[in-house]
């Protein structure tokens, strides 16, 4: 089993930034892909980011590409997620994921790949 502790959200303006964190624990925390997805009022949850469990690899939606940077401290069980340049359309809920097993430089953007969930931290950006 793998817990996940989102905090960081908040209420900024457009242009302002923010960082997400992911806390896991558990037993398998050190070895899980990790993931963020996000769910807008009314929408589906999406994909975000993904990083690798040894943080090697990363990908993101075109959406955030040059403004959210995914990162992980393994040391500390910790995801980030790094936001800059926040518009009116990244408000949502932001979730943390975690994949049970991983392998080595693989990153997951479904959320049917992810076993392991947060309860999300909302971020509105007020433009």
């Known amino acids: 089993q793998v817990q996940l502790v989102e905090s960081g959200g908040g209420l900024v303006q457009t242009g302002d930034s923010l960082r997400l964190s992911c806390v896991a624990s558990?037993?398998?925390?050190?070895?899980?892909?990790m993931g963020w997805f996000r769910q807008a009022p009314g929408k589906e949850r999406e994909f975000v980011a993904a990083?690798?469990?040894?943080?090697?690899?990363?990908r993101s939606v075109d959406s955030v590409k040059g403004r959210f940077t995914i990162s992980r401290d393994n040391a500390k069980n910790t995801v980030y997620l790094q936001m800059n340049s926040l518009k009116s359309e990244d408000t949502a809920v932001y979730y943390c994921?975690?994949?049970?097993?991983?392998?080595?430089?693989?990153?997951?953007?479904?959320?049917?790949?992810?076993?392991?969930w947060g309860q999300g931290t909302q971020v509105t950006v007020s433009s």
């Open positions: 994921a975690a994949r049970g097993f991983s392998a080595y430089g693989r990153t997951y953007s479904q959320q049917s790949e992810y076993n392991f």
């Open positions: 558990g037993r398998t925390s050190s070895s899980s892909a």
């Open positions: 990083i690798s469990r040894d943080g090697g690899n990363t």
